[in-house]
């Protein structure tokens, strides 16, 4: 093979290695993902309304079905979509993340430790102070938590170790819900107020470590390549 044939296999061959680098291996892996639907209901638990002021230690579990992941992310911010009011219980929040076995609608809602995971992180504490104006409430990861839904489905896990306190009256904070039956996207469980385990918050979970080249960048990439590999080329061909 010539010089400029094998500067061609070269440069081609460092194309196929870089673009493999830089490429997504599936935008899904990066994207934000919303489980549920918003528009379908609203709930105050369990950031208002104050039903868990009482007790001394307040829980609060969601579980949400694996089928709404289209594959591993990692979790790094949580989102929840604000219906109406302005006031939320105040207390400390410990946010827990896990992959759990517990199918949705089956999460034992007298033992909460038999829902958790073996990969259980703390993966946020929030002081709430009672405000929450803003259309979202984010929750952001100081653990961001690695999430494989082929490993089972994925816990959320709040724990109030002194329980909350309502400053919230009529102005309590609702936030978007699927109440009664959420079609097996999420359910919870709690150890206040009343029942309604079948319902749960809409949430979004997001993943912000895993940026996703644009595909101009890629486009402009192999443009480049290719115009060094021709360069190279013309470099090396023999004059007649």
């Known amino acids: 093979m010539s010089k400029a044939g094998n500067y061609m296999t070269r440069i081609c061959r460092l194309a196929l290695v870089v673009l493999t680098l830089v490429a997504p291996a599936g935008r899904a892996y990066a994207d934000p993902v919303v489980v549920g639907k918003v528009g379908d209901g609203y709930n105050c638990f369990p950031f ?26 990692l979790i790094d911010e949580i989102q929840f979509f604000r219906s109406f009011g302005s006031i939320t219980n105040t207390g400390s929040y410990f946010f827990y ?66 329980g909350a306190v309502s400053n919230s009256g009529e102005e309590a904070v609702y936030f978007a819900a699927h109440n009664e039956n959420a079609d097996g996207v999420f359910s919870r469980a709690h150890n206040f107020g009343t029942g309604f385990e079948g319902y749960g918050l809409v949430t979004r979970f997001v993943d912000s470590a895993a940026p996703v080249p644009e595909p101009a960048t890629l486009g402009l990439l192999g ?18």
């Open 97 to 162: 993340l896990s992959t759990t076995g517990k199918a949705v609608d089956r999460l034992d809602t007298t033992n909460f430790d038999l829902n958790v995971g073996l990969d259980r992180v703390l993966f946020s504490v929030v002081e709430f102070t009672g405000s929450a104006s803003a259309p979202i409430l984010s929750i952001i990861g100081s653990n961001p938590f690695r999430y494989d839904p082929r490993l089972g489905n994925l816990l959320l896990d709040i724990v109030i170790p002194g």
């Open 223 to 240: 443009v480049g390549l290719i115009a060094v590999a021709a360069r190279l080329r013309r470099g090396q061909t023999p004059k007649r």
């Open 48 to 73: 208002g309304c104050g039903q868990h002021q009482a007790a001394a230690a307040s829980r609060y579990q969601q579980v949400y079905n694996s089928a709404a992941f289209a594959g591993p992310m």
